[in-house]
C-alpha cells in the first residue's frame, strides 16, 4: 500500500512565501512524474506544477517564475516553494505521484489528502 502525506499549507500573507511538502512512503518500487494541483471552489482542479523523473518542470502560466517545484527521489518527496502568493493562490493544493509498486510494472496515479492554501493580509 501506498500513501501520499502532504504538509505546509496555511495561511500567508500575499508577497510572503510558503512551502508545501508531500511524502510518499510504502511499497514503492519507483515514482515518475510528480505534480501539485490547486482546486477551487465552483472550479476544477488545475495542474499549477508538474517534474518528471529526470527533473523537466513546467507551471501553469499564472504561477511562473513565482512557484518552484522540486523533488528528492531519495525521500520519495515533493516540493512546491510559493514566492510572492497573490489572493488568487488560495485553494486546497493536492500533489499527486505516478507510482510503480512494488511488484507490478504499470504506474498508477496515487494523491495526497490536501491541504488548504489562504493567501490574504
Known amino acids: 500500500q501506498v500513501q501520499l502525506v502532504e504538509s505546509g499549507g496555511g495561511l500567508v500573507q500575499p508577497g510572503g512565501s510558503l512551502r508545501l511538502s508531500c511524502a510518499a512512503s510504502?511499497?514503492?518500487?519507483?515514482?515518475?512524474?510528480m505534480g501539485w494541483y490547486r482546486q477551487t471552489p465552483g472550479k476544477q482542479r488545475e495542474l499549477v506544477a508538474s517534474?518528471?523523473?529526470?527533473?523537466?518542470?513546467s507551471y501553469e502560466a499564472s504561477v511562473k517564475g513565482r512557484f518552484a517545484i522540486s523533488r528528492d527521489n531519495a525521500k520519495n518527496t515533493v516540493y512546491l516553494q510559493i514566492n510572492t502568493p497573490q489572493p488568487g493562490d488560495t485553494g486546497v493544493y493536492y500533489c499527486k505521484m505516478g507510482i510503480i509498486v512494488i511488484g507490478t510494472f504499470r504506474p498508477a496515479d496515487r494523491w495526497g489528502q490536501g491541504t488548504q492554501v489562504t493567501v490574504s493580509s
Open positions: 510504502g511499497s514503492i518500487a519507483s515514482i515518475l512524474d
Open positions: 517534474i518528471t523523473s529526470l527533473g523537466f518542470t
